[in-house]
């Protein structure tokens, strides 16, 4: 199993869009590089922690790449946009991918590369090394499974 953390907006519609995909293994909310240690959902609103609100992904690469991942975030996102995503305003519903496995950064890299000129924009995307990962409240956790007629900036 491989893990990549990925930042696209609010959490509860990334979270319950990767559910849905064969391959992905588990899920899980939480705040990624964080510059407070297990900060709150209010904190995190503040935008002084400087974290994102970002999905865990547990997948099995022998059903599914870290590029299949990917292309499947940049179908639900805006990658040129900076601090929203839909109607969320704020730096932490900016646009990130956070990986672990240094390994992993070539890959992430060569696909913004190949997919840039896609975009009129550039790609605002931040690619970066997970510094830390707090996870998000209980009530944050499988939010669209517990509510299914809660909000969600992505077409489900």
Not at 7 to 12: Q, S, V
Not at 74 to 81: E, G
């Amino acid at each position: 199993m491989k893990e990549i953390y990925l930042a696209g907006g609010c959490f509860w519609g990334v979270e319950a869009y990767y559910k849905r995909i064969d391959g992905v293994v588990d899920t899980e909310v939480g705040y990624a590089n964080s510059r407070m240690e297990s900060p709150s959902y209010k904190e995190v609103c503040t935008g002084r922690t400087d974290a994102a609100e970002t999905v865990k992904i547990i997948y099995d690469e022998e059903k599914i790449t870290l590029e299949e991942i990917l292309k499947a975030l940049f179908k639900v996102i805006d990658p040129t946009l900076i601090n929203r995503q839909g109607p969320d305003i704020g730096s932490q519903y900016r646009s990130g991918i956070y990986y672990t496995d240094e390994g992993d950064r070539e890959t992430i890299e060569k696909f913004i590369e190949n997919v840039k000129g896609d975009y009129k924009m550039p790609i605002a995307t931040e690619v970066m090394k997970l510094e830390n990962f707090y996870e998000a409240e209980e009530y944050h956790q499988d939010y669209l499974d517990k509510n299914p007629d809660g909000y969600c900036h992505i077409k489900l």
